[in-house]
């Protein structure tokens, strides 16, 4: 292109523009000759003629602002859409590559803690059911699933369960001290219908001939709470012009081991299970912590967490006092004397011993886990209260496994401050940390041991060591006495538990001896996987 002609085609098109400026600005002067012209001659004219001259200068650039504004606006507006729409574009493809990565991982963490609202059951119901549970703990626990499935089967309204006060633990905790309670109802509405409290219009019953209390047979099956509760509830019935179920109230004490072991319909035995793994969910508090400890042992390799069932009210209560002293021996009858609940007194620790019904001492666990092959460096987490004998019964289980560790020594006090003068809540922090162990070792078959036990095989059979305490006290003695070698005692100790580490194996059952059979709790098989051949 040649840029010199466009230069003299773009100055000769000024020289006209210049031109017809010159040209109008002279019109202008002429005009404002004549006006002033009329000025003179005419006056008031004049000044009409020069006010529709302004006017319409005025009129013409209000018209051209108006246009350039309106053009300025929806060049602005254009700007602005095409901008939201990139960004729009460019925020749906980033959503779409991420979602592929990080969406798995998260809808996976949310749905873990995710629990589905069930539709509420709807029934005619039979009365109120009023609970209070007895014992530690774990006792509690099962207490209450045994109730809930009892509630169910009756068609009753259950009130949220009264913890134990009274009992050796001096536990002022309620329910929803210890237990999600909005977990607790709204989980099982599909169910059984779950009140915090008795109704008002029921509470004055509580003084009644028809609020019934009783203390329900142990080990029994559905058809006894069929017939001793609506049977009763029945007749209380006809006894009442209003003929209104909804109006009877019972209540139930001292709810351990209610229900049979076999013999229950699958059904309820599932419900079971679903109260005692969903429902009975520890507070948010309790569980923050619980998984806390368990969080800072995992951080220094595996662990294993021992039930070691040595503290002064179990041994009082059992009447064991193996390697105690005279002193310590005197002091544990008094205390067994001092509870009248506790209604065995006389007790040969030696003869309960030789049975396996005492809890292994430190000194007999440190054995038989040496025995077993345990590694000496792991994490050894100790799930339980205070040792009867403190750091001289101690002593031998932390020169063989040195990692000893309390939640006492693992958090600092702060921590445990809201817990420590509740012992329902100390032992819930110590049930989180066991079931979540690498092995579980109870020392004594307790409710906590059992408990646990069994939650764990519902979580895919987690290694928990049962040991055989009838089999390793004599092994034990033998080996002390110099009549069998380690290799041999070692040998033995792991011939007598191969089956004994928290695998699938069936309930025993030994009819009409329920104490003596497994119990359900430690072996819920109806709501395990079905791999085991009749």
């Not at 979580?459 to 380690?486: A, C, H, P, Q």
């Not at 089956?499 to 699938?504: E, K, L, T, Y």
């Not at 309930?507 to 819920?524: A, Q, S, V």
Request: proline residues 5%; contains cysteine; charged residues 25%.
């Amino acid at each position: 292109m040649d840029y010199s002609k466009v230069d003299f085609e773009e100055s000769k098109v000024g020289a006209v523009k210049d031109k017809a400026r010159n040209m109008e600005v002279r019109r202008i002067g002429e005009l404002k000759a004549e006006n002033l012209k009329s000025v003179l001659m005419g006056g008031i004219k004049a000044e009409k003629l020069k006010s529709l001259i302004m006017e319409g200068i005025k009129a013409e650039k209000l018209k051209s602002w108006t246009l350039a504004l309106s053009l300025a606006r929806l060049n602005l507006w254009i700007v602005g859409v095409a901008t939201v729409l990139l960004l729009l574009c460019t925020c749906v493809v980033q959503l779409r590559t991420l979602s592929k990565t990080m969406a798995p991982k998260l809808f996976m963490s949310q749905s873990s803690h995710h629990v589905d609202i069930p539709p509420e059951r709807v029934y005619e119901g039979n009365g109120c059911l009023m609970v209070s549970t007895n014992g530690g703990l774990n006792q509690m626990r099962a207490g209450i699933c045994d109730m809930v499935a009892i509630a169910r089967y009756l068609n009753v309204t259950l009130i949220v369960p009264e913890l134990d006060k009274t009992s050796f633990w001096n536990d002022s905790s309620k329910f929803q001290d210890i237990f999600d309670v909005d977990n607790f109802i709204t989980s099982l509405r599909d169910e059984v219908r779950i009140l915090k409290d008795l109704p008002k219009e029921l509470k004055i019953m509580e003084y009644l001939p028809c609020f019934f209390s009783m203390a329900p047979a142990s080990w029994s099956n559905m058809s006894y709470y069929n017939e001793t509760f609506l049977g009763l509830n029945s007749s209380y019935v006809q006894a009442d012009s209003s003929n209104d179920k909804k109006a009877w109230s019972h209540a139930f004490h001292q709810d351990c081991s209610r229900l049979a072991n076999n013999g229950i319909p699958v059904e309820v035995q599932k419900l079971r299970c679903r109260v005692n793994y969903e429902a009975l969910r520890f507070t948010p508090a309790i569980e923050e912590m619980g998984k806390k400890i368990v969080r800072l042992l995992r951080q220094k390799g595996p662990f294993l967490a021992l039930h070691l069932r040595y503290e002064m009210d179990m041994l009082a209560f059992s009447g064991c006092t193996e390697g105690c002293n005279e002193t310590e021996i005197d002091e544990l009858t008094k205390m067994r004397y001092a509870y009248p609940w506790w209604k065995e007194k006389e007790i040969d620790s030696k003869k309960k011993r030789q049975f396996g019904g005492c809890p292994l001492t430190p000194e007999e666990t440190v054995l038989a886990l040496r025995a077993l092959d345990i590694d000496p460096s792991i994490q050894v987490y100790i799930a339980a209260g205070d040792i009867y004998g403190g750091e001289r019964r101690m002593a031998a289980v932390r020169s063989v496994f040195p990692n000893l560790i309390k939640k006492e020594t693992l958090l600092p006090p702060s921590d445990l401050k809201p817990f420590e003068k509740h012992s329902n809540m100390m032992a819930a922090l110590d049930y989180i940390v066991a079931i979540e162990s690498d092995i579980f070792v109870p020392t004594y078959g307790g409710n906590m041991a059992r408990v646990v036990e069994g939650h764990r095989r519902y979580l895919g059979f987690k290694t928990t060591v049962i040991l055989d305490r009838g089999l390793l006290v004599n092994l034990i003695d033998e080996y002390k006495n110099g009549t069998m070698s380690w290799d041999e005692f070692s040998q033995a100790v792991k011939t007598g538990h191969p089956d004994r580490m928290g695998g699938p194996t069936r309930r025993l059952e030994i009819p009409g001896k329920p104490k003596e059979e497994d119990y359900f709790y430690t072996n819920p098989q109806e709501c395990l996987p079905s791999i085991l051949k009749e």
